[in-house]
């Protein structure tokens, strides 16, 4: 199993390899802007690097919402990103679920997931896998809670698209983590990802703020055991920077029995 951290975009490698981490997220670009990622320099190297890379998608991108100012230039950003992340060896481009805005009718936000696949197949498809993940506040959201997660994956299904859980986001939506990857699997049929974050926000508070494993509301022996039935890679998108996410990481690997990248 490969254990890792969302990291700085700067030198990705370097702080794989300062965190002892396995994999490695970050973003290509400005994460609340809408610029189109550059190609980075160091590509040739971060595809030969023995380092499964992550990369998530801004936090601006909604292609769910009804308001064209943001859902058509979303299409277009998520496959730019999609575009670049192939292009450095990424195994995975994760993206937020999304939300239509108050009064809007929230199936027209699932269809919209559905353009987006076909937007995305008529330019030749993404070119690697796209991992939706679940999402931690909001009443109109297309991956908070697990009725919406089954009408959104009734919609898209039948593309090729992944699932990132991310166990804060589920704490704070609201959905109960014992037993959650058995009930996410019989909607998605599959965990890609897991984003291994504790909760500083309490059950239901619908509060997207990450804490250390061995922080926050959740029982850090629960947060394991989720980890554990998903047998996906990992994640820590945790503060405190080295120390904090390296102490989490190890805190993963002994108890899943996981080695570190050396040995």
């Known amino acids: 199993m490969r254990i890792g951290a969302h990291v700085d975009s700067t030198d990705p490698l370097a702080e794989a390899t300062a965190r002892e981490a396995g994999a490695v997220q970050f973003f290509l670009a400005d994460p609340q802007g809408w610029k189109a990622p550059k190609p980075r320099e160091d590509a040739e190297q971060l595809r030969a690097a ?24 979303s299409r277009k950003l998520l496959l730019g990103h999609a575009q670049a992340a192939a292009a450095i060896g990424a195994k995975g481009l994760i993206v937020h679920g999304g939300h239509v805005n108050a009064g809007d009718d929230l199936a027209v936000g699932f269809d919209n997931w559905r ?30 809670r697990l009725d919406a997660l089954a009408r959104l994956w009734d919609a898209v299904g039948d593309y090729e698209v992944g699932f990132c859980l991310d166990t804060c986001h589920a704490h704070a939506g609201g959905e109960e983590l014992l037993g959650l990857v058995d009930r996410v699997k019989a909607i998605t049929g599959r965990i890609d990802l897991v984003h291994a974050n504790n909760s500083k926000g309490a059950f239901n508070s619908g509060q997207d703020r ?26 820590v998108e945790t503060p405190g920077g080295v120390e904090g996410q390296g102490a989490d990481i190890t ?13």
């Not at 380092?51 to 943001?70: F, G, Q, S």
């Not at 197949?121 to 959201?141: H, K, Q, R, Y």
């Not at 990450?210 to 990992?234: K, Q």
Request: overall charge negative; hydrophobic content about 45%.
């Open 210 to 235: 990450h804490d250390n494993l061995d922080g926050g509301t959740i029982d850090p022996e629960l947060l394991v055991a989720v980890i554990r039935a998903a047998g996906a890679p990992v994640i």
């Open 50 to 73: 023995d380092v499964d890379l992550y990369v998530h998608a801004p936090y601006v991108i909604n292609v769910a919402t009804l308001n064209n100012r943001i859902r058509i230039p």
């Open 115 to 144: 353009k987006t696949f076909a937007y995305a197949a008529d330019s030749g498809g993404f070119e690697l896998p796209v991992l939706i993940e679940n999402t931690a506040g909001g009443d109109n959201a297309c991956a908070r």
């Open 251 to 263: 805190f993963l690997r002994d108890r899943l029995g996981a080695e570190s990248p050396t040995g």
